[in-house]
């Protein structure tokens, strides 16, 4: 593949994102210098995909960290700086995940010069991106041996190189498939309200020269009557111990739509993902996004003045909807509880490794 995004990146003025909100029309990077324009970024969505939260967290932290002068209230100072991260979206694992990833190397360093403190959370902002891009190769190869040499591939919401630090978790899986040689097309849902099929996944496989045909939400159930997908896979914002997956409000359906085709529901769950301290999918928090994302699209109104409207931005499927959950670390199948549990010990077992 010759195009590679860049979603996020950090450098000496600042964490440099591209604005998701312009694409595909525009191709925006901004350059954010305080841990409350990176907070804001996140609720606004120009940064969005849980890989990909997960590192603006990180770097956001260590952004505010690195813009203290002195060692004054520094605990203080932290754990505020934490909670302006902590308090921009509910449902997203990796978000809490950086978080505590972020307070584990302050915690190990607090006794030590500013500038060594600055430092260690820089380099740990850092290292949670080019992880993040290793695991979803990793994840990649994993899962394109699930899919068929040739055939076509829905997928809902963006779950690509834009969602992560780089690569994709679900689209990573179609990328790698490509890799390999396979031939395959991939039909992305637009995904209501925010159109991150549309606007997103349809601008990256324009990008890889991947075959995309983009279709309306309420078109997956045509496609899969008429034998034209042969798999669904989507990302995960958090899946927790039973398997229970929480995406994008729509991946419910389309789960329901693939069962009762016999069509393999396959989801792409980096480890970091992953809950486990949350048993089922009916304990997730789900984001409550304002009824002006449904009722306006750009800056056009669709809807008449005064109407109720409602947006949860995501939605559960329960796990035996699921037919597998790719991982860094392998393929978890049911009953998860055990594969799952299986994956996240691996990948700690790894990390204990390399350090």
Not at 74 to 87: A, G, V, W
Not at 97 to 119: F, P
Not at 131 to 145: C, F, K, L, S, V
Not at 239 to 247: K, L, Q
Request: proline share 4%; hydrophobic share 40%.
């Amino acid at each position: 593949m010759s195009y590679s995004v860049k979603t996020i990146e950090w450098s000496d003025d600042g964490v440099v994102m591209i604005d998701q909100t312009k694409l595909p029309t525009e191709e925006i990077y901004n350059t954010y210098k305080e841990v409350e324009e990176v907070a804001q970024a996140i609720k606004d969505l120009v940064i969005r995909g849980a890989p990909a939260i997960g590192v603006a967290a990180a770097m956001g932290i260590a952004l505010g960290v690195k813009n203290l002068t002195s060692k004054e209230n520094l605990d203080q100072e932290f754990e505020r700086i934490c909670k302006i991260i902590h308090d921009t979206r509910p449902t997203a694992q990796n978000l809490f995940w950086a978080i505590q990833r972020m307070r584990e190397v302050y915690q190990g360093h607090r006794d030590k010069s500013l500038h060594e403190i600055q430092a260690a959370l820089r380099d740990e902002s850092i290292q949670v991106l080019e992880e993040d891009i290793d695991i979803n190769r990793r994840m990649g190869m994993h899962g394109q041996a699930l899919l068929a040499e040739q055939g076509n591939v829905l997928t809902h919401c963006n779950a690509g190189a834009l969602a992560t630090g780089g690569y994709g978790t679900a689209l990573g899986v179609v990328r790698s498939a490509v890799e390999q040689g396979k031939t395959l097309r991939v039909f992305a849902d637009e995904t209501r309200p925010f159109l991150q099929g549309a606007r997103l996944t349809a601008w990256e496989m324009m990008k890889e020269n991947i075959p995309c045909t983009l279709i309306t939400d309420n078109m997956a159930g045509y496609f899969m009557q008429q034998g034209q997908v042969q798999a669904v896979i989507v990302g995960t914002d958090r899946t927790v111990a039973n398997g229970d997956v929480a995406n994008k409000i729509g991946t419910y359906s389309v789960a329901v739509l693939a069962k009762a085709h016999n069509i393999p529901f396959y989801v792409a769950a980096p480890t970091s993902t992953i809950d486990l301290s949350i048993p089922t999918g009916k304990d997730i928090p789900i984001e409550q996004r304002t009824a002006e994302e449904v009722t306006v699209i750009g800056n056009r109104q669709m809807a008449p003045d005064g109407i109720d409207a409602a947006y949860p931005a995501f939605d559960v499927t329960p796990h035996h909807l699921v037919t597998a959950i790719i991982t860094e670390e392998g393929v978890a199948r049911d009953p998860y509880t055990e594969s799952l549990a299986e994956m996240v010990a691996r990948a700690k077992a790894r990390r204990t490794a390399k350090a």
